[in-house]
């Protein structure tokens, strides 16, 4: 089944730290998508980055990086220097495609809520 | 330049009511999807269209009928509103990226629905 775990729950740190969020999935698909969405207190859901199945170069973009190991299943999000405004929901989720690619229905982790603490 | 946009942000109506939320994207993408986030933040697909047929219907109380006039256009009627629709509902739509083919999904801003 496919499936994706966030075990964190709730991440606490003080501003400038480093924190990783963890995700981890199961898919029986060869080809599949990861993303990562942040929601912060406003409620908007926010497209941060997505990954193909077949690429497990890592990425930065400014104070966010993902680690991508398909070994381990795991797509991993770091945010370096933490800042207050990085408080939010992060969200990892799956793309399971079906129906001869009609649809790319999104299974979802339960989410990371992330303080970031002055 | 809203990618997907969806409407209203807040609706509050009472037991037994029907009620409707829009949603429109721009993005040219072929399907779209309405999701549910319940009171402990977990998102759960609830319809997928794609050129406006019925794909994904993921046992949802046939009290909620989506409607797709459209391929940009995926609406979610509720009849006889209960408290436990109470939720945030988010509207998305994804396909291929038109300069890397890659899949990419976006959501509208979420419709925060409170049933009393």
């Known amino acids: 089944a496919q499936k994706v775990t966030q075990a964190q729950t709730e991440i606490s740190v003080v501003e400038k730290e480093d924190v990783t969020l963890d995700c981890v999935y199961e898919?029986?698909?060869?080809?599949?998508?990861l993303f990562w969405y942040k929601q912060p207190p406003s409620g908007e859901l926010v497209f941060l980055i997505r990954?193909?199945?077949?690429?497990?170069q890592n990425e930065i973009s400014g104070r966010y990086s993902w680690n991508f190991q398909k070994s381990t299943s795991s797509f991993n999000f770091t945010i370096t220097a933490s800042q207050v405004v990085d408080s939010a929901v992060y969200f990892c989720?799956?793309?399971?495609?079906?129906?001869?690619?009609?649809?790319?229905?999104?299974?979802f982790g339960t989410g990371t809520l992330l303080a970031v603490q002055p | 330049d809203t990618a997907v946009s969806q409407t209203p942000k807040y609706l509050v109506t009472q037991m037994g009511n029907d009620k409707s939320i829009k949603c429109e994207q721009n993005?040219?993408?072929?399907?779209m999807y309405w999701y549910k986030q319940d009171s402990k933040k977990f998102l759960k697909i609830m319809f997928s269209?794609?050129?406006?047929?019925?794909?994904i219907n993921e046992t949802v109380p046939n009290r909620f009928s989506p409607k797709s006039p459209d391929k940009a256009h995926l609406n979610l009627h509720i009849n006889s509103l209960e408290l436990g629709d109470s939720a945030v509902y988010f509207c998305?739509?994804?396909?291929?990226?038109?300069?890397?083919?890659?899949?990419?999904?976006?959501f509208g801003q979420g419709t925060r629905l409170t049933v009393v």
């Open positions: 998305a739509s994804s396909g291929q990226n038109k300069v890397t083919a890659d899949t990419e999904a976006f």
């Open positions: 898919t029986r698909d060869t080809t599949y998508y």
């Open positions: 990954r193909n199945s077949f690429d497990e």
């Open positions: 989720a799956l793309s399971e495609t079906n129906y001869g690619g009609a649809t790319n229905k999104l299974i």
């Open positions: 993005l040219g993408h072929d399907t």
């Open positions: 269209y794609n050129n406006k047929e019925l794909i």
